[in-house]
Every structure is written in C-alpha cells, then in structure tokens.
C-alpha cells in the first residue's frame, strides 16, 4: 500500500487548504486513516483520524477548524483545514493502521511521504 499527499501550501492567518491522500490499494474499508504533522523541531503527532464506520477523532486545537473525511469507492483521504493558525504549520502525513487506537500512538502500519504547510500571519 502506497499513500500520497497533496494538497499542501501556504496560506494567510484565517485562510484554508484542503490536503488530500490517495491510498494505491483499498484499504479504507479495513484500516483507521489518520492525519499527522510535524512542526520544526517538534515531534510527529496526530491530528485526526476517520474510522471504518466513519466516526472521526480531532485533537482540541483543530476541532471545529478541520474536516477529515475520506471517499471509500476513490481511495482518497481528505482534511479540510478552516482558520489556519501560524501554530499549523508543519509538514502533513496521512497515515493508516488496522485500529485506530494503535494509529493514535504513532505505531503506524502505512506513512505517506508528507506535504507541507505553511501558515503566514
């Protein structure tokens, strides 16, 4: 299984992106897909996540500002990312596993390669 990001770029204080993964095999009626990011010098954290029965999970700092939501019959992964913050910069990865209990520790079956973000006040 292969993910690839895109979708990623800079934007103003207040603005919006939409990144998107496409999964090179059908995995998202099997596995928790998930969005990670990286700031400089800060470890990869979780962001959200989409189970197979399409609950979603955010962390606090992006609640109600970004979207995760995926089409099963395109294999695409989306974030729609609403009131960019300075504080969201950092380069995005989609990410798989098989629960997304074991996604949110970061011990992730599948990365994609990662697209950047950068927020500009």
């Known amino acids: 299984v292969q993910l690839v990001e895109s979708g990623g770029g800079s934007a103003q204080a207040g603005g919006s992106l939409t990144l998107s993964c496409e999964a090179s095999g059908d995995i998202f009626r099997n596995y928790c897909m998930g969005w990670f990011r990286q700031a400089p010098g800060k470890a990869r954290a979780g962001v959200a996540s989409?189970?197979?029965?399409?609950?979603?999970s955010y962390i606090v700092s992006v609640k109600g500002r970004f979207t995760i939501s995926k089409d099963n019959n395109k294999n695409i992964l989306y974030l729609q990312m609403n009131g960019l913050r300075v504080a969201d910069t950092a380069e995005y990865y989609c990410?798989?596993?098989?629960?997304?209990?074991?996604?949110?520790?970061?011990?992730?079956?599948?990365w994609g390669q990662g697209t950047p973000v950068t927020v500009s006040s």
């Open positions: 989409i189970d197979t029965d399409e609950s979603t």
């Open positions: 990410a798989a596993d098989r629960t997304c209990r074991t996604l949110w520790t970061g011990k992730v079956e599948y």
